[in-house]
């Protein structure tokens, strides 16, 4: 198991930016993929961005492509959303969790517990 703590979150205008942080705890981070979940009020968790275990393979949801982009630092066991253009639509608790793979969309599932979150707003 890994414990994973999120950061980052907060309020921000159309077309801002932001950056999300995850810290994660256990020696399974550096081996793992991971990934970044969103949920917004009143609907399912969604899978947002992926990256596997050496960070040089991402993905990313059609919604975000282009004004997201995850990184990975595995001497830090840390996770990065780097999130450009935000929309109203973005408005939603960011959360990471490792998945099994980011090949697939078998593969978006979290492995872990889930965190509490960071809370992003996005006002139009």
């Known amino acids: 198991q890994v414990q994973l703590v999120e950061s980052g979150g907060g309020l921000v205008q159309t077309g801002g930016s932001l950056r999300l942080s995850c810290a994660a705890s256990?020696?399974?981070?550096?081996?793992?993929?991971m990934g970044w979940f969103r949920q917004a009020p009143g609907k399912e968790r969604e899978f947002v961005a992926g990256?596997?275990?050496?960070?040089?393979?991402?993905y990313y949801a059609d919604s975000v492509k282009g004004r997201f982009t995850i990184s990975r630092d595995n001497a830090k066991s840390t996770m990065a959303l780097q999130m450009n253009s935000l929309r109203p639509e973005d408005t939603a608790v960011y959360y990471c969790?490792?998945?099994?793979?980011?090949?697939?969309?078998?593969?978006?599932?979290?492995?872990?517990?889930w965190g509490q979150g960071t809370l992003v707003t996005v006002s139009s």
């Open positions: 969790n490792r998945i099994p793979r980011i090949d697939t969309p078998q593969g978006f599932q979290a492995l872990d517990a």
């Open positions: 256990g020696r399974t981070f550096t081996i793992a993929a």
């Open positions: 990256i596997n275990w050496t960070g040089f393979r991402v």
